[in-house]
């Protein structure tokens, strides 16, 4: 049972208020030192987070100067917007295109019967899809009805069964299956209809539908039952209806004929994409594309100086000294930010050795001021874009200057070193090639007209030459040329031949370089030797060194000694060499990203912050347990004091009561 306690009963002193004041005694100059140090530290954590956030700010400004690309832009202009739009990317290059939209791209569609109900059931069995090209002119109705399958896209199925053999429980089979085809009810006023469409557009990607009930094969197309859904060429009577059939855009570039399966087009004018909105037969439009690199490089750079500057500001306010009678700032002899300030300011002083006067941020308009931020003079940095646009340009950015032309630099990394690397090759990279010993004869004819092929692991479809007598072989090693090349899978992935006669045989050579360029027959054609004795040669890999180090060839590139070169030189030996330069703003992004990482200066001094208030947290519980073991020892001896002297008065009064009880000289006691 506790101890009921009442301090000065005995005693009759104020026991409460005494030992409040010496706890307060006791407490007071500790936690005033705490609560003046968690002040502080508080304070400079939130300084810290300013700080952190200016290094963001400025490292951001960095993101469009430490790279070649973005100091490559263009503007697009279209003389017609509602026939088409269009974007540009870095690599594109000024100039006007004539562009006319023929036909719009459009993905397949099949319309069922017309059902009297969504629940209507249908019939179980399994749906398989295939993608390809059905007939033109095909609608289920009239026409011949010819389909050929796109390799380069799987069959699939989907299994209908008592669970899902309604209309609206094959359109949640298919749908959830996720296999390229959506399908939908239609209330057509009459009745109810599923429409199947391919999820892509083009002519390529028209749909086949098969269809197994598990009985004989006249039952799969008899329809009745799910084979109400089938349609391919073992169909008599369609039940289905080709209500869109799958077409690929049409559109003319400067009078020459395109065809892409979206009507999103890229590949054909570089580094721009057309976005097809309408058909205008007749009437080509314009694209002009317009350079606006100065303009855009001057944007950079001013809003590059500009977030400088903010960082000096906030890190300057931050340390600023007012004298004995100011209010200093409150990371005034920071060791962190002066390192942070030093480091960034000691890069603006670099000079790049990019062979020109444009060398140093002073040589293009850019001063330091005495208080450290500086000062863009707009008329000296645009003479300086106009004058040598490149030179400018790699100041800021990461570049190779090659020796020859030669060799192309592709890339580096973070820490490749400022330096002269030297070039050598000992193996040259070759190209994949097929050779065909075709026939001596030149008639082009329905009986061998078409082949396909394989160039670099991309099937170019059915190609079909243009039917006559060629002149000589070499106009007929043209034809081939010109329509394989013309394959919209080869203009898609940037990919293409070129075709020589030489020796009684056509050589195909695939145009990239490396084991990963070949050529190959994927449908034959005797006469033009396209066959299984075809012979086909993958490319091989180049072999060399950069820098005397070791390397990694593929194709035509070297990677070693921290960068990526293109080598298109065919001698071996020493081939040239690349001046290489990080450039500033590739060099103070390295540098803000070591101080904003996990081990960086930023993140430790916040975490040191943070363990030292951590740190007080656990003082002010060792204040409290020191406070509260004095208090409760003071109390113990007042108590025992209150005891003692509750004791004495007892013993006081009974005296006092036995003295008065005692005769008194001359009383009548």
Do not use: W
Not at 111 to 132: E, K
Not at 278 to 291: A, C, E, F, M, R
């Amino acid at each position: 049972m506790g101890t009921i306690t009442a301090g000065g009963i005995g005693s009759g002193l104020d026991v409460t208020g005494i030992l409040d004041q010496i706890v307060a005694a006791e407490r007071g100059p500790a936690e005033s030192r705490l609560n003046l140090k968690e002040a502080k530290l508080q304070a400079e954590l939130s300084a810290f987070g300013s700080i952190r956030s200016s290094v963001n700010t400025f490292q951001a400004s960095l993101s469009k100067l430490k790279s070649a690309t973005f100091f490559n832009s263009t503007n697009v202009n279209v003389s017609n917007p509602e026939v088409l739009s269009a974007t540009t990317t870095s690599i594109a290059q000024a100039g006007n295109f004539s562009v006319e939209v023929k036909s719009l791209a459009q993905a397949s569609s099949l319309a069922s019967i017309a059902f009297t109900d969504i629940d209507d059931v249908i019939g179980s069995g399994t749906l398989t899809f295939d993608f390809g090209t059905t007939a033109a002119g095909f609608d289920g109705t009239a026409g011949t009805y010819s389909f050929t399958k796109n390799i380069e896209r799987s069959s699939a199925s989907v299994e209908i069964d008592n669970s899902n053999n309604t209309i609206s429980g094959v359109r949640d089979a298919i749908n959830q299956a996720d296999i390229g085809v959506l399908a939908t009810i239609v209330d057509n006023g009459s009745g109810f209809q599923l429409l199947l469409s391919s999820d892509q557009q083009g002519a390529d990607n028209s749909l086949e539908i098969r269809v197994e009930e598990g009985g004989t094969a006249a039952e799969n197309i008899d329809a009745t039952g799910l084979s109400l859904l089938a349609f391919n060429s073992s169909v008599t009577s369609f039940s289905q209806t080709q209500t869109q059939a799958g077409i690929d855009a049409e559109l003319t570039v400067n009078g020459l004929t395109v065809f892409r399966e979206s009507n999103t087009v890229s590949g054909v004018i570089n580094g721009v994409t057309l976005n097809l909105l309408k058909t205008d037969v007749g009437n080509p439009l314009q694209v002009n594309i317009s350079n606006n690199n100065i303009n855009e490089a001057q944007e950079n750079i001013s809003n590059f100086v500009t977030a400088y500057n903010e960082l000096a500001d906030t890190l300057g306010s931050l340390t600023e000294f007012q004298g004995a009678d100011g209010q200093n700032g409150i990371l005034l002899g920071d060791t962190t930010t002066r390192n942070i300030l030093q480091q960034i300011r000691r890069e603006f002083g670099s000079v790049i050795d990019n062979g020109s006067s444009f060398n140093g941020l002073s040589s293009i308009g850019i001063k330091t001021n005495q208080d450290g931020t500086l000062t863009l003079n707009g008329g000296d940095l645009s003479a300086a874009l106009k004058l040598d646009f490149d030179s400018v340009a790699q100041l800021f950015y990461a570049s190779g200057n090659p020796s020859t032309n030669e060799i192309n630099f592709i890339s580096n990394t973070a820490s490749t070193a400022d330096d002269i690397y030297r070039v050598s090759v000992s193996t040259l990279a070759t190209q994949g090639q097929l050779t065909s010993q075709a026939s001596a004869g030149l008639l082009i004819d329905s009986s061998n007209d078409t082949f396909s092929l394989v160039v670099d692991g991309i099937s170019t479809g059915t190609i079909t030459l243009a039917q006559t007598t060629y002149a000589d072989q070499n106009s007929l090693a043209q034809e081939i040329e010109n329509k394989v090349n013309a394959a919209s899978s080869l203009l898609s992935a940037g990919v293409s031949t070129s075709v020589v006669y030489e020796n009684g045989a056509f050589q195909i050579n695939s145009s990239s370089y490396g084991d990963a360029s070949n050529v190959s027959v994927l449908t034959e054609n005797a006469f033009l030797g396209l066959t299984s004795n075809a012979v086909s040669s993958a490319g091989t890999n180049i072999v060399g060194s950069i820098g005397g180090g070791g390397t990694f060839g593929q194709g035509r590139e070297l990677s070693g000694s921290g960068l990526v070169l293109e080598v298109t030189s065919n001698a071996t030996g020493n081939v040239g060499s690349v001046a290489f330069t990080q450039g500033l703003a590739s060099k103070l992004d390295s540098l803000l990203s070591q101080f904003l990482s996990t081990t960086g200066q930023l993140t430790s001094k916040t975490d040191s912050i943070t363990d030292q208030i951590d740190d007080i947290s656990v003082q002010r519980r060792d204040l409290n347990d020191r406070v509260t073991d004095i208090e409760n020892r003071f109390r113990r001896q007042f108590t025992a004091l209150d005891i003692l002297l509750g004791t004495l008065q007892n013993t006081s009064n009974f005296l006092d009561q036995q003295l008065a009880s005692l005769p008194t000289i001359g009383g009548n006691n």
